[in-house]
């Protein structure tokens, strides 16, 4: 059953957000959907949020989104963020406690490491969480420009790490830190901050900035 079927038949609750998406961008373009442009659009993005808060020229970059058709499907996430944002309080992370409210209901508990990005603007608001690499038992390899990608795309001032060691202990290992060091490097090149990178554990987290490592 097609987007625009199941939509009228059962409502826009039985769509998903690639359906709701392919909906608002209309017709697709030359071997190019309209469901393979919206599943590109959230690949490169990641949710309606990360769209609403990306520059609309960033849209264009997406095959098959002109300026007018990048404009109309960025108003809609707009206003669907808009109304997320009315619902929820607004939330900020300015101490590692904030950050580890953040990140633990995410990261805690889970068989595998995975590492989380918390954007942030000026004033420490939030403005996205993203899930950026899922691994196995050991912390994964990190590509800096991975994990600053979405920050540029936001528009972020600063960002926040967080991945969670399985065995619970959150002793931060020599990878841990080497990660750490190369993706703050990467970032004072673009002018974005890593305010802090947070080992989750069972119950209790460590501060790679508590730790003195995020001086300078």
């Known amino acids: ?38 599943r590109r659009l959230l690949d490169t993005f990641g949710d309606v949020q990360a769209v609403a808060a990306a520059p609309p020229a960033a849209l264009t970059d997406i095959l098959g989104l002109g300026e007018a058709r990048a404009v109309r499907v960025h108003a809609a996430c707009a206003l669907a963020s808009r109304m997320a944002r009315r619902q929820e309080p607004p939330v900020r992370i300015v101490s590692p406690a904030c950050a580890w409210r953040t990140f633990r209901p995410r990261l805690e508990g889970l068989p595998h490491e995975e590492l989380h990005a918390a954007y942030l603007d000026g004033r420490g ?19 800096p420009a991975h994990v600053l990608r979405p920050a540029v795309q936001l ?29 703050q490097e990467a970032g004072r090149l673009l002018g974005i901050r890593l305010v802090d990178h947070l080992v989750i554990g069972r119950a209790r987290f460590v501060a790679l900035s508590e730790l003195g490592l995020l001086a300078g």
């Open 155 to 183: 528009g972020a001032r600063g960002f926040v790490l967080g991945h969670n060691h399985p065995s619970g202990d959150p002793t931060p290992s020599d990878e841990d830190l080497d990660v750490t060091r190369r993706v």
């Open 125 to 143: 608001g939030l403005l996205h969480l993203r899930r950026l690499t899922i691994g196995s038992t050991r912390f994964t390899v990190v590509d």
């Open 1 to 38: 059953m097609r987007a625009r079927e199941r939509y009228v038949l059962l409502g826009p609750d039985e769509v998903d957000a690639e359906g709701l998406l392919a909906l608002i961008v209309g017709t697709g373009v030359a071997r190019h959907s309209s469901q393979a442009i919206a």
